[in-house]
Every structure is written in structure tokens, then in C-alpha cells.
Nanobody
Framework: QVQLVESGGGLVQPGGSLRLSCTTS????????MGWYRQAPGKQREMVAA???????YYADSVKGRFTISRDNMKKTVYLQMNGLKPEDTAVYYC?????????WGQGTQVTVSS
């Protein structure tokens, strides 16, 4: 079982920034595809950004140019740098690891964008 621990959420004003982190103790982190998802109240969970084991990145259209996903295989951590935050970015953000046919999820971290 892969355990993922997210951190870095909180309350921020519109236009502000946050950096989310997701770390694991797994020894094969570098082989995982990693992603950030979010779920707002009353809405389905959606992909925000993803990075493959080879470093290719993908973004939802709604966050392109504002969010950046990155990974540090030595630290076994994936990051989501969020700039230019908007109230519609408010959600619980989840980290996901994918390896072979399996997905593993973190517990989520709340991001609230409000003045």
C-alpha cells in the first residue's frame, strides 16, 4: 500500500499563491505517475495537473499558466505551485500516484480562496 501525505493547503486571498506538497516513503516513487486532483462541494473530482515518471506534464485548461506541477524524486515529493488563485480554485486537493494498474490517493488538503 502506498501512503501519500499532502500538505500546504490553507486560506489565501484572490491573486495569492500556495504551494502544495505530496510526499511518500515509497522506494519506487520515481516510477510513479503523479497527479493533483481537486473536488469542490457538489462537484465531481477533476484532474488539475499531472506529471509522468519521465517528467511530461499535463494541465487542466482552467489552470494553465497559473499552476505548475513538479517532482523531486530524491525527496519523493510532488509539488503543485499555484499562483493567481481565484475563488473558483477553492476545493479539497488530492494527490494521486499511479503505478501499473493501481491508483493511490492521499487524504486531501483544503484550499480556500476568499477575501
Amino acid at each position: 500500500q502506498v501512503q501519500l501525505v499532502e500538505s500546504g493547503g490553507g486560506l489565501v486571498q484572490p491573486g495569492g499563491s500556495l504551494r502544495l506538497s505530496c510526499t511518500t516513503s515509497s522506494t519506487i516513487f520515481s516510477l510513479y505517475g503523479m497527479g493533483w486532483y481537486r473536488q469542490a462541494p457538489g462537484k465531481q473530482r477533476e484532474m488539475v495537473a499531472a506529471v509522468t515518471s519521465g517528467g511530461t506534464t499535463y494541465y487542466a485548461d482552467s489552470v494553465k499558466g497559473r499552476f505548475t506541477i513538479s517532482r523531486d524524486n530524491m525527496k519523493k515529493t510532488v509539488y503543485l505551485q499555484m499562483n493567481g488563485l481565484k475563488p473558483e480554485d477553492t476545493a479539497v486537493y488530492y494527490c494521486k500516484a499511479t503505478y501499473q494498474r493501481f491508483d493511490y490517493w492521499g487524504q486531501g488538503t483544503q484550499v480556500t480562496v476568499s477575501s
